[in-house]
């Protein structure tokens, strides 16, 4: 029973970690990430772990940097959240950030709700450049 109890809240004690080689892992975590999608997903409308490790890495004083790291080195839907922490961190480099990505125009994963869809990276860079996702971060 406690090590039911210890794996339930393992996802929570990370979140709160707060030492470096924590937020390493949200960066590494981050980079593997396979489904881009903001706001409530599946039947029980839950946080995307990819937007928990995004809010992770937000908080963070070089977030930018981290962020950056990621779109060298992530897959594209990681790139995709990358992209996301540069429009919220430096809204000016966002263009000459997703310039590759929108150049290879990768097929990328995506959730909306309860919907998993593959579109191209450039239609969620477009979304990403309007500002589709800005409340899921700013300050209301």
């Not at 999608?37 to 995004?54: D, I, Q, R």
């Not at 992209?83 to 150049?103: E, F, H, N, P, V």
């Amino acid at each position: 029973m406690k090590t039911i109890l210890i794996l339930a809240m393992l996802p929570l004690m990370m979140m709160f970690a707060a030492d470096k080689g924590q937020t390493v892992d949200a960066v590494a975590a981050l980079s593997k990430i396979k489904r881009f999608a903001f706001g409530g997903v599946g039947y029980a409308g839950t946080t995307s772990e990819g937007e928990k490790l995004f809010r992770a890495i937000l908080a963070e004083r070089d977030a930018l940097a981290k962020f950056r790291t990621i779109l060298a080195k992530g897959t594209a839907e990681a790139k995709l959240y990358a992209l996301c922490g540069i429009r919220a961190l430096d809204k000016k480099a966002l263009d000459d950030a997703a310039s590759d990505l929108k150049k290879q125009n990768s097929v990328v994963e995506t959730i909306q709700g309860c919907i998993l869809d593959k579109e191209q990276s450039s239609k969620v860079i477009q979304r990403i450049a309007g500002g589709r996702y800005d409340s899921y971060w700013s300050k209301k």
